[in-house]
């Protein structure tokens, strides 16, 4: 059981260029979701989908955009990057049954550096 | 104010001290609430949850909500160097199918051997 799967795990940019973060769960969850993480800012959401064919805005969601054509997967796409984009994101998976009390699975994270 | 509230630290303690960590929130709406572990280069871990006020135990780790004050903890017995990590506080009005988390900004806890 793989969980939540993000790659590359690390990524230097130039200013400009554009590039896919990858995210795969294999844990048949409806809800996934996009978060960076920056020091002293906490976590803070950029997109988030509750299943296939769904997305919607987050807190920062500028210069992302997203997609989700399947369950399983939810690509972020950076269109033009920034320095400000600096940081390291993390792709979360939960599952969402009415009622029920879920917590978020993480993965290990992309580290992108924007020179 | 933020939505949600949370020291930074960093917080450093002997191995075997009783550790305290807290959040502080505004929404009164907030019902469920959890509390992630994330190692130094990891992704967050769910750790701990509990639904509206009342405490909880795991082991080690007890979790309290306080509605009324808008105010929940962590406690960790017998600290072990283990423990060694970045504590996060989330909440969110709904745990079914609306409802994103909020996160505080993490307490960064040291145990010294």
């Known amino acids: 059981n793989a969980g939540v799967t993000q790659t590359p795990k690390f990524q230097v940019l130039k200013t400009g260029q554009s590039m896919t973060l990858q995210c795969a769960q294999d844990m048949n969850h409806e809800y996934m979701s996009w978060y960076r993480q920056d020091p002293g800012m906490g976590l803070r959401l950029i997109h988030y989908?509750?299943?296939?064919?769904?997305?919607d805005q987050g807190e920062v969601p500028n210069g992302y955009n997203v997609s989700r054509s399947t369950t399983e997967d939810f690509p972020l796409r950076l269109l033009s990057a920034a320095p400000s984009q600096t940081s390291v994101y993390f792709c979360?998976?939960?599952?969402?049954?009415?009622?029920?009390?879920?917590?978020?699975?993480f993965g290990s994270g992309t580290r992108l550096t924007v020179v | 104010q933020k939505e949600v509230e949370q020291d930074p630290g960093p917080l450093s303690v002997p191995e075997g001290a009783i550790v305290s960590l807290n959040c502080t929130y505004s929404?009164?709406?907030?019902?469920?609430f959890m509390w992630y572990r994330q190692y130094s280069r990891k992704g967050p871990e769910l750790l701990m949850y509990?639904?509206?006020?009342g405490n909880k135990e795991d082991g080690r780790f007890t979790a309290q909500v306080d509605k009324s004050s808008k105010y929940i903890s962590l406690f960790i017995r017998d600290s072990q160097p283990s423990d060694s990590a970045t504590y996060l506080c989330a909440m969110s009005n709904y745990g079914g199918s609306q409802g994103n988390l909020i996160f505080g900004k993490g307490t960064k806890l040291s145990v010294k051997p």
């Open positions: 929404n009164s709406a907030f019902q469920y």
């Open positions: 979360a998976s939960s599952y969402r049954g009415t009622g029920s009390v879920n917590g978020y699975t």
């Open positions: 509990t639904y509206s006020s």
């Open positions: 989908s509750v299943g296939a064919g769904i997305t």
